[in-house]
């Protein structure tokens, strides 16, 4: 019983991710905190209580202009984009490495909820890679390059967790084999998701394809 999707579903899984702009559907009015914007653009003043809600939007913003710029794109664009000064960013998010791994967490929480159900397969888990992958690839970049700073450790963790009940579910279903660890569907996520989204539009279909058959080959039980 094959282990990944057919090539048409990889196909219109990445033309359809293809076509997103970004991982996050909902949109996210912040208000502005104490001392922040002009008299003109001010919303009420609610002081400490608008900090979860403009960090939400900082984070959405994020999202959007990494994407897009990558991350060297100033923290300005992201708090004007965002709709809250640049003292309410940096009050949340002292540094770009934070503000990262603050995009990541909530990744990981759509890849952990990708996988709740039973039914649940190692596809659904690539699908949800694949959709991420497209317009987080700067991010990818700076967590595995801080993969040993404290702040970034935790991430690796839950990921971890998130590919081990993938497998155990798999295993039991005997779609793949004993040979294939935790470490092994770690590294074809990472794989899968680096050169998803370092390839050109116009051929990801094509990509992924190659990498599922690949990835089909070798897991399969022996």
């Given at each position: 019983?094959?282990?990944?999707?057919?090539?048409?579903?990889?196909?219109?899984?990445?033309?359809?991710?293809?076509?997103?702009?970004?991982?996050?559907?909902?949109?996210?009015?912040?208000?502005?905190?104490?001392?922040?914007?002009?008299?003109?653009?001010?919303?009420?003043?609610?002081?400490?209580?608008?900090?979860?809600?403009?960090?939400?939007?900082?984070?959405?913003?994020?999202?959007?202009?990494?994407?897009?710029?990558?991350?060297?794109?100033?923290?300005?664009?992201?708090?004007?984009?965002?709709?809250?000064?640049?003292?309410?960013?940096?009050?949340?998010?002292?540094?770009?490495?934070?503000?990262?791994?603050?995009?990541?967490?909530?990744?990981?929480?759509?890849?952990?909820?990708?996988?709740?159900p039973e039914t649940a397969t190692l596809d659904?888990?690539?699908?949800?890679?694949?959709?991420?992958?497209?317009?987080?690839?700067?991010?990818?970049?700076?967590?595995?390059?801080?993969?040993?700073?404290?702040?970034?450790?935790?991430?690796?963790?839950?990921?971890?967790?998130?590919?081990?009940?993938?497998?155990?579910?798999?295993?039991?279903?005997?779609?793949?084999?004993?040979?294939?660890?935790?470490?092994?569907?770690?590294?074809?996520?990472?794989?899968?998701?680096?050169?998803?989204?370092?390839?050109?539009?116009?051929?990801?279909?094509?990509?992924?394809?190659?990498?599922?058959?690949?990835?089909?080959?070798?897991?399969?039980?022996?």
């Open positions: 019983m094959p282990v990944l999707p057919s090539v048409r579903r990889a196909a219109l899984v990445v033309q359809r991710i293809t076509h997103r702009t970004s991982l996050s559907g909902s949109k996210v009015t912040p208000v502005r905190e104490r001392g922040e914007g002009s008299s003109e653009t001010r919303k009420a003043n609610r002081g400490p209580s608008a900090g979860p809600e403009n960090r939400r939007a900082i984070i959405a913003a994020a999202r959007e202009v990494f994407a897009v710029d990558g991350l060297q794109a100033p923290f300005n664009a992201i708090a004007k984009k965002a709709g809250v000064g640049q003292g309410s960013l940096y009050r949340h998010f002292p540094d770009r490495l934070a503000l990262a791994v603050a995009v990541f967490d909530e990744n990981i929480d759509e890849l952990e909820t990708s996988v709740e659904d888990l690539l699908d949800a890679i694949i959709e991420q992958a497209v317009v987080s690839t700067a991010l990818i970049d700076l967590i595995w390059r801080n993969q040993h700073d404290e702040r970034v450790t935790h991430l690796g963790e839950r990921l971890s967790r998130v590919a081990g009940t993938v497998l155990d579910r798999e295993r039991s279903a005997g779609r793949i084999g004993g040979h294939i660890a935790v470490e092994d569907v770690l590294l074809a996520v990472t794989m899968l998701a680096d050169v998803v989204a370092r390839t050109d539009p116009a051929d990801r279909a094509r990509v992924a394809q190659r990498a599922w058959s690949l990835f089909h080959a070798a897991f399969a039980p022996r």
